[in-house]
């Protein structure tokens, strides 16, 4: 199957600085991307949408402004957590579909601490 | 995306037949039934898909039903690494609007 590659694993870091996530699709070309945040013993939530060179979409009560998402090519994808804060901390999954596919692939996971 | 329900949680015996249903009552004519799976600490894995008929791949089978109200996930001979969160979804296009992820099955392979 389609592979979609997620860095970094895991990341700490200190509260007021921003985080960057990159979202690669390996073997296809990825023409929307979706952003996913899970806290732990939840489920999956979509932030948002990107599409290669448009701007992304993003969910109800998701600030645009602190989450930043970059959709440059049709491979990559990043997210930056801008100005990052402890209730930031989460689980961040980026997944990928492409023009024939028919199915949704998922990265990895990242996992922030913000301390 | 359909609503779907699935029981919270399920024990299944390794080597035996993990079989997890969905209700998808409210499903729409274009919509796909989708089953993903997430092991703790990663991202979902796709494991089957299907509209109207039966599916089966390497992993596992999908039954739906005539009505298409309903399907069931079968693992046919479990194994502990088969334990994790198991997700149905209805959506169409294969993903493209993105997919709402409810809260699944929760599958304990017991040794």
């Known amino acids: 199957g389609a592979v979609v590659s997620q860095h970094p694993s895991r990341v700490i870091c200190k509260s007021g600085t921003s985080v960057k996530i990159e979202c690669r699709s390996l073997d296809f070309q990825a023409t929307t991307m979706f952003w996913y945040r899970q806290f732990p013993k939840k489920s999956l939530m979509l932030m948002a949408t990107s599409n290669e060179g448009s701007k992304a979409t993003y969910e109800q009560g998701v600030e645009k402004d602190k989450f930043l998402i970059n959709h440059a090519s049709l491979t990559l994808s990043t997210l930056t957590v801008t100005s990052a804060h402890p209730e930031d901390s989460s689980f961040y999954i980026c997944?990928?579909?492409?023009?024939?596919?028919?199915?949704?692939?998922f990265g990895s996971g990242t996992q922030l601490s913000v301390l | 995306d359909a609503k779907t329900t699935q029981p919270p949680s399920m024990d299944c015996a390794e080597g035996r037949a993990a079989n997890l249903p969905c209700n998808h009552s409210?499903?729409?004519?274009?919509?796909?039934v989708y089953w993903y799976r997430q092991i703790h600490s990663q991202g979902p894995q796709y494991i089957i898909h299907g509209l109207k008929n039966n599916e089966t791949n390497e992993m596992a089978s999908l039954i739906i039903t005539e009505d298409r109200k309903s399907s069931t996930l079968i693992l046919p001979h479990a194994t502990l690494r088969d334990t994790a969160v198991y997700y149905c979804i209805g959506a169409s296009g294969g993903g493209a609007d993105g997919l709402t992820f409810g809260k699944g099955t929760h599958l304990i392979i017991q040794p």
């Open positions: 997944s990928a579909t492409g023009v024939v596919n028919e199915k949704l692939f």
């Open positions: 409210t499903i729409s004519g274009n919509e796909y």
